[in-house]
């Protein structure tokens, strides 16, 4: 069920805190006027969002993460955990590659405010609140076998460090002016349990090739390609935090991982499941598809199992934010935060395969014209949902199981 506006609001309003329910508000309205009839352009071309991430800018809302003592939002890392989530299971209803975007640069302001000394938090918080956007390097190819996980290196010289190594899936990387390019020191070159290093990187250095060449079936804006650095020098004032300093962090930054994933699943489902409820009234309005009860029955049943899934799926996804809330301030809540993130991720992922999915069949053969472009839906979803596979969190919360027995 799609509930009216108000409905909505009446709901929000007792399960979110005032400033939360406004920023989601604020959020929406971008999604409706901006985002949302920019999205699929963005998806037909193969473009990065920049109507979205330049509306976005307008509003201040690149600055969610920068603490409120910086002129920021004082979201996410010590701060309010639960806002990422939903403005990123918003914004994903309209534009998932937008959605992504945002995600990977709060990903990056929030560990300038982990890792950062005053000097570059002073300095990076102020280039985000001016627009400059973060993308967060990680991925790698790598050879079969066992062997370092990371192959980009850092090597020591006068003043800072000489970058070597490519990189995949570097999301964000046409729009960002900076990125953390996940490494290790060359003299631990050689070892898989080598202490990460986390360069911030300026992407139009020397040295530095986006190369563009992201080509996948869904997130077609995510510009999630190949970039690429050769001896490109780091000052020592851009090597946040000592190598391996992330670690103490990472357990937070896991489960945030997998709750923000999970809260895009949820958006994509949702704006896929409100799709088609428009499209359902429309042909009803024509005099389509209607019994003498005014609803086709088996179009009702599945419509009704969607909103089901999709009430289960949030409500996972608020419960882990909460929890990991809770967890900055008691460690102890730590086994049950894994918990709900791998839950949250493993409904979600199930909710959005078959609600993308799911919509065809409440809609006929005309909703899988290209004009509709409706499975815009569900490539985004399948795309997405492939980072780090869910079978993986199936296991572990098993396991969990199987040792409390």
């Known amino acids: 069920m799609l509930l009216t506006e108000e409905q909505r609001r009446q709901v929000e309003r007792l399960e979110l805190t005032e400033w939360q329910h406004g920023l989601l508000l604020q959020v929406r309205e971008l999604g409706r006027s901006v985002i949302g009839p920019a999205a699929k352009r963005v998806d037909r071309d193969g473009d990065y969002p920049r109507e979205a991430i330049e509306a976005l800018k307008r509003s201040g809302l690149t600055a969610l993460a920068v603490p409120q003592a910086a002129g920021g939002f004082g979201a996410g890392f010590r701060g309010d955990v639960l806002a990422l989530p939903l403005v990123l299971m918003e914004i994903a209803s309209w534009c998932s590659s937008a959605s992504q975007v945002l995600a990977l640069h709060n990903s990056g302001v929030q560990y300038i405010h982990a890792l950062g000394d005053e000097a570059q938090t002073d300095f990076f918080f102020t280039e985000v609140r001016e627009g400059a956007m973060f993308g967060s390097f990680g991925s790698e190819n790598r050879p079969d076998g066992p062997g370092p996980r990371l192959r980009s290196t850092l090597k020591r010289q006068d003043g800072g460090y000489l970058l070597d190594g490519d990189k995949r899936f570097a999301t964000g990387s046409p729009g960002a002016k900076w990125a953390f390019w996940h490494s290790v020191p060359t003299e631990e070159a050689d070892n898989p349990q080598a202490p990460m290093a986390m360069p911030v990187v300026a992407l139009d250095a020397p040295g530095i090739t986006v ?58 489902a949702y704006g896929a499941y409100r799709e088609a409820l428009r499209y359902a009234a429309g ?33 996972l996804v608020l419960h882990a934010a909460r929890l990991l809330q809770a967890y900055q301030e008691t460690p102890e809540l730590l086994p049950s935060v894994r918990a709900a993130a791998s839950h949250a ?40 949902t492939l980072h780090d596979p869910v079978d993986k969190h199936r296991e572990t919360v098993g396991r969990l199981q199987l040792v409390e027995l």
């Open 211 to 268: 190369h563009g060449d992201w080509d996948g079936i869904g997130q077609r804006g995510t510009g999630s390609g190949t970039v690429t650095a050769r001896q490109v020098f780091i000052p020592d004032r851009q090597l946040i935090g000592r190598p391996g300093a992330f670690a103490a962090h990472g357990e937070f930054f896991a489960a945030q991982f997998n709750i923000h994933f999970a809260a895009q699943f949820t958006g994509i």
């Open 345 to 384: 991720k493993i409904i979600a992922t199930e909710t959005a395969l078959e609600v993308t999915s799911g919509i065809f069949q409440t809609m006929g053969a005309r909703a899988a014209t290209r004009e509709n472009n409706f499975d815009m839906y569900y490539r985004n979803a399948r795309t997405l």
């Open 283 to 315: 042909k009803r309005a024509a005099g389509q598809s209607a019994d003498a009860e005014g609803a086709d029955p088996v179009l009702a049943l599945r419509l009704g199992d969607m909103s089901a899934k999709l009430a289960a799926s949030r409500q």
